[in-house]
Every structure is written in C-alpha cells, then in structure tokens.
C-alpha cells in the first residue's frame, strides 16, 4: 500500500476489498456539481502504466493501436484503441511520448493482460524493452473549471504554455511532477504523475484549494454519463472501435496496424452496424438487457447508473439514432442520447 493510500484510509475512506482502490471519500454528492463549477480530484494510481524504451519503441506501439504514434514528438501525448486482429476491443489507453521512451496509460483490469499481450507480438530483432511501472508513481488526476487555476497556485511553471494533449515536467514545492493536459473522462483538466514519496502532501495541498476528492464509486458514475467505454462492458470482442465512438483515436492515413483492414472497410463503406449511445432509463434496468423496436432487436445495455436511471448502450444503427425510443424485454422505455466523450460521425473525404 502506497504512503498515499495509507493516508486516504486513515482518514476514513473506504477502500475496495483488496485495499488497491478508494471506493469513496464520502464526497460523491458533491461530485457533479464540483466538476462544473469548481474542482474534482481523483487518486487513479491503480491504473497501469507500462514504459516502453528501445530505438523501436513508437513503431512497435504505433503498430499495434489505433492511432498515429509514430510522428509523435517527445512532449506530445494521445488516446489510442488497443484492438485484436480482427478491430474488436481491447482497450482505450493513453500514450505520452519521452525523450527516450514512452509510457502507455492502460485500464487496471488489462495491466496484467496487456504485458503479454504485447510480448506476444514482439519479434527478436524488435529493439523494444516492456516494463510494467504500475505503482511507481500516484497518478493525481484534477477535473473541472477550477483545475487550471488550482494547479496555477501550486507551480510557477507556466501553464498556458501546455500543449494540447501534452504534456511537460512542472515543479510543486521543488518536486517534479509529470503533467499532462486533460483526463480520463474528457472534462478538462490535467493528469499528474507525483513521486509516491510526495504523493501525501501534494495531495494536502490540492484539497487544501479546495478540490473535492472523487472515488471509483463516483468516478464510473461520471463515466457512464459521460460515455466513456469500459473494457469487459463496452470494449470485448462484441465490438470495435467505430461502433463504441472513438473516432478520434483512430488514425485513417497512418498505414497498416493490427485490424487495420477491418477499420479501413467499415469506414469506406459505412459498415457500422451498431453505435454507442447514452441511454435515458423510465426505470432501473441491469446491465445485459436487451433492447428492442416494434418487437425486433435493437440493441443491448451495457453499463447502469441505477441512482439516475442512466445507461449506456449499443443500438443497431437501423433500429434508432439520438432522440429514438428504445423498450426493453420488460418493456422499460428509454431515450437514445448523445454522449460528450463519444463521435459517431463518418470523417469527412
């Protein structure tokens, strides 16, 4: 157990029951509303983070997601869909490019996964070494309107400066501290990669400005309002990238990648079939339901928001569109909405 997790219990947050993750801060009533009007902070260090070094690095990765890594320059970052050979999902990771290796911000449920995965496909003349840094760091994460400015009063590196999906080395207190532009569920905002031996005190001085401290339990409530896919729920085998609303994390001009082909012809030939979509409940449904229109299949729910009767879901693209109304089995309306972390425009030719 980190010194930071220690710190999180003993000051009375519950933790899940391997003790690896805060469940809650006590604070998830005021979640929502810190996140639009002031500032949300989130411990995210259980996630993985894999570092990749050797001359090959880029090309290796580059070759084995979605979007386009190779042309990245140290100091730049990006979303990219991790995909089998055939597109279907894996999982939606975040890259930051170094002067002499990058790191792969990966789903804590694929860390283990995702180690072999990746050996699998490494060649013995690929200059690529895989390391698994999960745990070296505490991953901070600050969302809302108040992010920048909080942060501002921390370091006198200068902010405005942070590229867009960048990221830079900034001091706190004479700490350096990784900060990458932008979050997990797309609010704005910025990631932080603290020495876990200074993780306790900037954390303090964060909710000292006053951040409210979000846990799992709140954080995949915003996740499922504000659509971003989850491995084992929205990203399995069932689907690919297209379907689940990543168009932005797709590359359509980089060249072949694994399950390129299939991607390639979806969007050539506008072959989505289903799409990911907000879903407005009349009642509490469980995940796995599935979706119907005039009695023909239209669809299934994939994550519940039981507390805001919210869903998310796939929808056969001939079955509804934003604004359709979708039954259940047990005949439970819904209403087809669109999600802010999700596209499911065609890119323009």
Same mark, same amino acid.
């Given at each position: ?18 003790? +690896? ?10 979640? +929502? ?9 989130? /411990? ?34 990006? /979303? ?30 694929? =860390? ?72 997990? *569920? ?5 990631? *932080? ?85 907000? *879903? ?15 009695? /023909?299949?239209?669809?299934?729910? =994939? +994550?519940?928001? #039981?507390? /805001? ?30 999600? #802010? ?9």
């Amino acid at each position: 157990m980190t010194p930071l997790l220690t710190y999180h219990q003993q000051q009375g947050a519950i933790l899940n029951e391997s003790g +690896s993750t805060v469940m809650s801060f006590g604070t998830d009533a005021q979640v +929502s509303e810190a996140l639009t009007t002031g500032c949300v902070i989130g /411990d995210r260090s259980h996630w993985g983070l894999l570092k990749f070094t050797g001359g090959d690095r880029q090309r290796y990765l580059h070759n084995q997601s979605t979007n386009q890594i190779q042309q990245l320059q140290p100091g730049q970052s990006c /979303d990219t869909v991790l995909v089998n050979s055939t597109a279907r999902t894996i999982d939606l990771a975040t890259v930051h490019i170094f002067q002499d290796e990058l790191w792969l911000a990966v789903s804590p449920s694929k =860390t283990e996964f995702l180690v072999e995965w990746f050996d699998r496909f490494l060649f013995p003349m690929d200059k690529v070494e895989i390391t698994n840094i999960t745990g070296q760091f505490n991953v901070l994460t600050l969302y809302g309107a108040e992010a920048k400015n909080i942060l501002t009063k921390l370091t006198e590196t200068p902010l405005q400066t942070f590229p867009d999906q960048g990221h830079q080395a900034i001091a706190i207190n004479n700490i350096e501290v990784i900060c990458a532009t932008g979050t997990d *569920l797309g609010f704005e905002g910025f990631t *932080l990669f603290v020495p876990t031996e200074n993780a306790v005190d900037i954390w303090q001085k964060i909710t000292e400005l006053g951040a409210i401290p979000m846990g799992e339990t709140a954080w995949e409530k915003q996740r499922i309002h504000q659509g971003r896919p989850a491995p084992n729920t929205e990203l399995t085998d069932d689907y690919n990238p297209l379907e689940a609303g990543l168009w932005s994390c797709i590359s359509f001009d980089k060249g072949c990648y694994i399950g390129q082909e299939t991607i390639a012809r979806l969007n050539t030939y506008k072959g989505v079939k289903q799409r990911l979509f907000g *879903l407005k409940l009349a009642a509490v449904v469980a995940p796995g339901a599935k979706l119907t229109v005039d009695g /023909d299949r239209a669809g299934v729910i =994939t +994550s519940v928001d #039981p507390e /805001d009767k919210f869903a998310l879901g796939y929808v056969r693209t001939k079955s509804g569109d934003v604004g359709s109304i979708v039954t259940t089995e047990e005949n439970i309306t819904a209403e087809v909405v669109a999600l #802010p972390y999700l596209s499911h425009d065609y890119p323009e030719p």
